[in-house]
DNA sequence: CGCTTTTGACCTGCGC
DNA sequence: GCGCAGGTCAAAAGCG
């Protein structure tokens, strides 16, 4: 139930924002905001790391989000509200063009803390808890086990088991999409598990739980009440296995990708998809990124060391401009 | 027939 | 303790 591509909104318009952080960071067309050559594109994007207040102020406007300030970065419901913006957490921006000659744009944020366990390097997510996930969690561990008789006493039983204990957060990754379609088309198989209505919203929250055996990776989608356009798509937890190959689009993309499959970071893969499940994306040299192997700040290489390299196998629209 | 979606019920954590 | 909101379950319906 996906895969229509309506959420493409031309180009033009997008560009008309006037937002000087892309053209500053674009990664063939350098200068200034009238400087990226969207027109003549047959493909192109690019994805940044930011973290200063002004990033975010240059976020909101080119995108028309509803935040202009880290903590109102943070108040998108995706990641909860209580969550307020850490040092070590990074906004990802991205925005491409399809061979429609219209324009995807998100922005993505991603929350992670370095693992205060020494013997673990893996990323996750601070702030507040998860009560869903939580007894998700109990559900799963369950499932190994006995049988059904009375499921409201299975629940009770389950919930002693694991009381006290301090859940482990999955990594999450929410972006906003300027999209018409909800449910965005990443490449993996979901199933919907759950609608609720959101407070103060007049658009409901759908639940997905990817579908393959074992993999607990979950995933939220909802609108912003603030701009409808907007979709926030919320991951939650990392894929244990590689993505499907029933994706829409190039077989050369998934082939491209697949290397970023097999390593579990999926935050900058899941935005990469997004960006290049429009048939944006295609093999290409591996020069050509030298800003992004910058990308990170000596704080984000600490906590989330592949995801320059990570972005590079994903992105390669990023070098789209040198081409023919 | 198997898988997905829908949807009301249920559970949990939090704030008051 | 109570009510609320978010998250999940699971039976039923829908669909290919």
Redesign the pocket.
Same mark, same amino acid.
């Given at each position: $139930?996906s895969g229509d591509n309506k959420e493409l909104f031309h180009y033009e318009s997008f560009f008309d924002h006037n937002y000087p952080f892309f053209s500053q960071h674009s990664g063939g067309g350098s200068g200034d905001p009238q400087g990226f050559e969207a027109p003549p594109l047959p493909y192109g994007g690019f994805t940044e790391y930011l973290q200063s207040s002004a990033d975010y102020g240059m976020l909101s406007k080119a995108f028309d989000l509803s935040f202009s300030t880290k903590e109102e970065a943070f108040g998108v419901?995706a990641l @909860?509200k209580?969550k307020k913006l850490e040092s070590e957490d990074a906004v990802i921006a991205g925005v491409s063009t399809n061979e429609n000659s219209s324009v995807m744009a998100g922005v993505g944020i991603m929350s992670v803390t370095a693992n205060s366990s020494p013997s673990s390097s893996s990323v996750e997510v601070a702030g507040?808890?998860?009560? @869903?996930?939580?007894? !998700?969690d109990r &559900? $799963?561990d369950e499932e190994a086990g006995e049988e059904?008789n009375d @499921? %409201?006493k299975? !629940? +009770?039983i389950? &919930?002693q088991k694991k009381k006290g204990e301090k859940r482990q957060r999955e990594p999450r990754f929410a972006f906003m999409t300027k999209s018409e379609v909800d449910?965005l088309e990443d490449g993996y #198989?979901? #199933? &919907?598990? @759950? %609608? !609720?209505?959101? !407070? +103060?919203s007049n658009y409901p929250?759908?639940?997905? #739980?990817c579908?393959t055996q074992k993999c607990t990776v &979950?995933k #939220?989608v909802e609108r912003s009440h603030q701009d409808p356009s907007i979709v926030i798509t919320t991951y939650e937890g990392q894929h244990t296995h590689h993505c499907p190959a029933n994706v829409r689009g190039s077989s050369h993309l998934l082939a491209n990708q697949s290397s970023a499959m097999a390593m579990p970071n999926f935050r900058a893969e899941l935005f990469g998809r997004q960006l290049t499940q429009l048939g944006l994306a295609n093999p290409s040299t591996s020069s050509g990124y030298g800003f992004l192997q910058n990308l990170a700040t000596p704080s984000q290489q600490l906590q989330i060391p592949n995801y320059g390299a990570l972005l590079q196998d994903i992105m390669p629209s990023f070098v789209k401009s040198s081409q023919p």
């Open positions: $139930m419901p @909860g209580e507040e808890e998860d009560y @869903g996930a939580c007894e !998700k &559900k $799963m059904e @499921g %409201q299975n !629940k +009770n389950s &919930k449910h #198989r979901w #199933r &919907k598990y @759950g %609608q !609720k209505a959101v !407070k +103060n929250r759908s639940y997905y #739980r579908t &979950k #939220r």
